[in-house]
């Protein structure tokens, strides 16, 4: 009996150790390391990039379908964290929109930035009730936004503040800007059409980036050969559910970045895009071996 005991005992001992060690391995993998991180979510058919800034703090771009983001926001954001220090409504399609509803209901969310415009739309209007209580930014091309120090957002092309759109044009009041740590660039685009690029190319407004989310899940109705030029991107990335009903992205869009030799990633294809970047460009990409098929992806109505 006492030989009993005393094995239950190290037996006991040595799974206390055990699970410290990978508790204080999780730990110490989830505190910030000084790198910027942009993880381009596997949502299915929309859009949706948890951004991790060098000293911790969270920044959610869009929400993508449905709850999808749900599914996969827990294992980035860490499932003990339940705060999104900033999150961003690019423009109110619910391909962008509907999984931010998800995450409001869910998580603690103290500040959130919007183009300000007016559209229509149940779930627009339902985030515009459930952001009443929080610190609310109105995108502004006069007015960086500091994350934190070092980490700016730097709005180029946000819609007038309360200029109507019709639900349907609401592409083109996407909230555009591009985020700046030392001498990287990261440009987001929502789902900016060829009339806005050309819009932000005659503003004369610096938007040449090292990475490129690309616009409106490679859409044929985007990513003209002269934005892309002006942006000059080493690295794509594009956000696209797998057998959309849309047939994003399109062959034009692919052709051109094929032909100006820009690595291109898809989510539909690798999954979540995982992005580690240094004060100096020096971005490292890492992808999913077996992505997760959203089959709701046919169903998303926005394009």
Not at 114 to 136: C, H, N, P, R, T
Not at 291 to 297: D, G, L, R
Request: glycine share 6%.
């Amino acid at each position: 009996m006492a030989m009993k005991k005393k094995t239950m005992f190290w037996i006991l001992l040595f799974s206390i150790i055990i699970f410290f060690s990978f508790f204080l391995l999780f730990l110490d993998a989830s505190l910030p390391d000084g790198k910027l991180h942009m993880a381009y979510l596997n949502i299915g058919q929309g859009d949706s990039i948890l951004v991790t800034t060098p000293k911790g703090k969270h920044v959610l771009i869009d929400g993508g379908p449905f709850s999808n983001i749900l599914e996969v926001l827990p294992a980035q954001l860490g499932y003990f964290n339940h705060t999104i220090d900033l999150l961003v409504l690019t423009h109110p399609h619910s391909d962008h929109l509907e999984g931010l509803l998800e995450v409001l209901k869910r998580y603690t969310v103290p500040a959130v930035l919007y183009s300000g415009i007016k559209s229509q739309g149940d779930e627009y209007q339902a985030f515009l009730e459930m952001i009443d209580d929080k610190q609310v930014l109105i995108a502004d091309p006069q007015k960086d936004i500091e994350v934190e120090s070092g980490v700016f957002l730097n709005i180029v092309s946000p819609a007038e503040k309360g200029k109507f759109f019709p639900l349907q044009d609401a592409n083109d009041s996407s909230i555009v800007f591009r985020l700046e740590y030392g001498k990287t660039r990261i440009l987001f685009t929502g789902d900016m059409t060829a009339d806005l690029e050309n819009t932000v190319l005659l503003s004369g407004v610096d938007i040449v980036s090292d990475v490129l989310k690309i616009a409106h899940h490679g859409s044929r109705y985007s990513s003209t050969p002269q934005f892309i030029s002006a942006v000059s991107p080493a690295v794509g990335v594009i956000s696209v559910g797998k057998n959309n009903r849309f047939k994003h992205p399109s062959f034009q869009t692919l052709a051109l970045l094929q032909e100006d030799n820009i690595q291109t990633y898809r989510t539909d294809e690798q999954g979540t895009i995982d992005m580690v970047c240094g004060k100096h460009a020096d971005c490292v990409v890492t992808t999913e071996t077996h992505p997760k098929v959203f089959e709701n992806a046919k169903n998303v109505l926005s394009n």
